[in-house]
């Protein structure tokens, strides 16, 4: 019922940009909280960006400044502007968000199937 989807990833040079977008679609009433993620090869998974319903944002250190995490809440979507990017933040990146579904008001955490970014030195 409650889908999310990313897309924007690709090969890009290092110091390039890219703009990864998560489109939340079903029977949705809004989204509290919603989050990018990324896993290299042989890494565990880290969290890089958080959004709330507020916009409060909070960034992990290693994207501080190079990234940037906003969301459309008409359109049930979230971004995420990469910039000044480096071999470093070769990676799949996911989106989650906690959604509140329509009528039930019951809130989930719901996942992505994930994008994958590459970057070249």
């Known amino acids: 019922q409650v889908q999310l989807v990313e897309s924007g990833g690709g090969l890009v040079q290092a110091g390039g940009s890219l703009r990864l977008t998560c489109a939340a679609s079903?029977?949705?009433?809004?989204?509290?909280?919603g989050h990018w993620h990324r896993q290299a090869p042989g890494k565990q998974r880290e969290l890089v960006a958080t959004i709330t319903s507020g916009g409060s944002t909070n960034y992990a250190d290693s994207v501080k400044g190079r990234f940037t995490i906003t969301s459309d809440n008409a359109k049930n979507t979230v971004y995420l502007q990469m910039n000044s990017l480096k071999p470093e933040d070769t990676a799949v990146y996911y989106c989650?968000?906690?959604?509140?579904?329509?009528?039930?008001?019951?809130?989930?955490?719901?996942w992505g199937q994930g994008t994958q970014v590459t970057v070249s030195s």
């Open positions: 079903g029977s949705i009433s809004s989204i509290n909280v």
């Open positions: 989650s968000a906690a959604i509140v579904e329509r009528v039930t008001m019951r809130v989930r955490a719901y």
